[in-house]
């Protein structure tokens, strides 16, 4: 079977050699003065014009690096930058891959082990999120504190496999995947470019695989369990990356708010006409008398009756955000809306570190 974008399924992406291909090649492409790149950062949806900014710039498509797969998502462009970024020299990676496209998570991953071959200590990931804080506002900036993915706990991890070692171990921790001391600098750099602190915001995001949009219940639950966002990446670079040693660094932009109100009721709603209509009840009953004689009598009685039916009302408050619902054209508004504010908190992040 075809896999997406005409990717060959003999890629082994369990060898050294696979990744290292892609790597040498990047070189050859770059100036001598440009072979350590220092810094990486991943643009979600609608972030890649931080791309733009970076000077001394040299672009190089997925498609003629060897190994990589194309992304095929709108607002993903599928091309690296290189370039320097507040003086320091930096690989922007515009428009990510995702499981939901077909490709493996190994495959998803694939450039962030090629950039630690060429010298990135730090990455930085951006990603368009939809919000399950009800405290947040549509573009909040969330710098993510920790993650809760849904994928992993279904046993779906881009580490599955034979382990590379000679990127990092087999069982690499993750509970200090976020760098506390780059969450640091982020809210300083906040600060520094004029961002209102009520907009800046800390917390957990969640992964699920997407490409459909949470169910209101499933949106409740991640919420219960401690999430604050909620997006469709992230969370396997972010794993891949600690795996390798590298410094993270994520940011979410809320694009939107999520559904999670219950939703109308359909027994509600039909059971609604009943209600102010006078029902009648017909009840029949049947009782033996005995004479002075013993002679028994059976008398059948029927009375009718009537009530006022009730029934149930659809709950006007718990279906207040029945009116929700996310799509992409939406977060890709949003994104473009905040990408100035984005671009900025970002090169001062790099600047400050």
Same mark, same amino acid.
């Given at each position: 079977?075809?896999?997406?974008? %005409?990717?060959?399924? %003999?890629?082994?992406? &369990? ?7 892609? +790597?040498?090649?990047? !070189?050859?492409?770059? *100036? ?12 979600? %949806? $609608?972030? $890649? ?20 797969? #194309?992304?095929? @998502? ?19 990676? @515009? ?13 998803? #991953? ?25 405290? &947040? ?11 809760? %993915? ?11 496999? *034979? ?5 990092? *171990? ?6 200090? +995947? ?6 640091? =600098?982020? &809210? /300083? ?6 961002? *209102? ?10 992964? =699920? ?9 499933? +949106?409740?639950?991640?919420? !219960?369990? $401690? $999430?604050?966002? =909620?997006?469709?990446?992230? #969370?396997?670079?972010?794993? #891949? ?5 590298? !410094? ?29 209509? /006078? ?40 279906? +207040? ?24 908190? @970002? ?7």
């Amino acid at each position: 079977m075809a896999t997406p974008n %005409s990717v060959p399924p %003999s890629i082994d992406y &369990f060898s050294m050699e696979t990744y290292q291909a892609a +790597a040498d090649y990047i !070189k050859t492409k770059l *100036p001598a003065t440009m072979q350590q790149i220092e810094v990486m950062i991943i643009c979600g %949806s $609608g972030l $890649g014009g931080l791309a733009d900014t970076l000077e001394s710039q040299v672009e190089m498509h997925y498609k003629d690096i060897p190994n990589f797969a #194309v992304s095929t @998502v709108a607002g993903h462009a599928g091309k690296l930058v290189f370039g320097y970024l507040s003086g320091k020299l930096t690989v922007c990676m @515009v428009g990510r891959k995702h499981a939901y496209e077909g490709h493996s998570l190994l495959r998803t #991953v694939f450039p962030i082990r090629v950039m630690k071959l060429i010298g990135v200590h730090t990455v930085i990931v951006t990603n368009a999120a939809g919000g399950l804080n009800h405290d &947040f506002k549509v573009a909040d900036i969330m710098v993510i504190q920790d993650h809760l %993915s849904i994928p992993s706990m279904a046993g779906l991890s881009a580490l599955i496999g *034979p382990n590379l070692d000679a990127f990092g *171990p087999r069982f690499p921790p993750i509970s200090d +995947a976020y760098d506390y001391n780059l969450r640091l =600098v982020a &809210f /300083k750099a906040s600060q520094e470019v004029g961002i *209102p602190a009520e907009c800046m915001q800390e917390g957990v995001y969640c992964m =699920v695989s997407g490409p459909s949009y949470e169910s209101r219940a499933e +949106a409740r639950n991640l919420n !219960k369990m $401690g $999430g604050d966002c =909620v997006g469709m990446s992230t #969370v396997p670079e972010v794993i #891949v990356a600690r795996h390798a040693g590298m !410094k993270v660094l994520g940011l979410s932009l809320i694009t939107n708010h999520v559904n999670q109100s219950v939703g109308k009721s359909a027994k509600a709603e039909a059971f609604a006409a009943l209600k102010d209509k /006078k029902v009648m009840k017909t009840v029949t009953s049947t009782t033996t008398k005995t004479d002075d004689k013993g002679n028994k009598t059976t008398v059948v009685t029927t009375t009718t009756t009537s009530s006022e039916g009730s029934a149930a009302g659809a709950d006007g408050d718990a279906n +207040a955000q029945d009116s929700i619902i996310v799509n992409h054209e939406e977060v890709l508004e949003t994104s473009a809306a905040r990408s100035k504010d984005m671009q900025n908190l @970002v090169r001062t992040i790099v600047k400050m570190m």
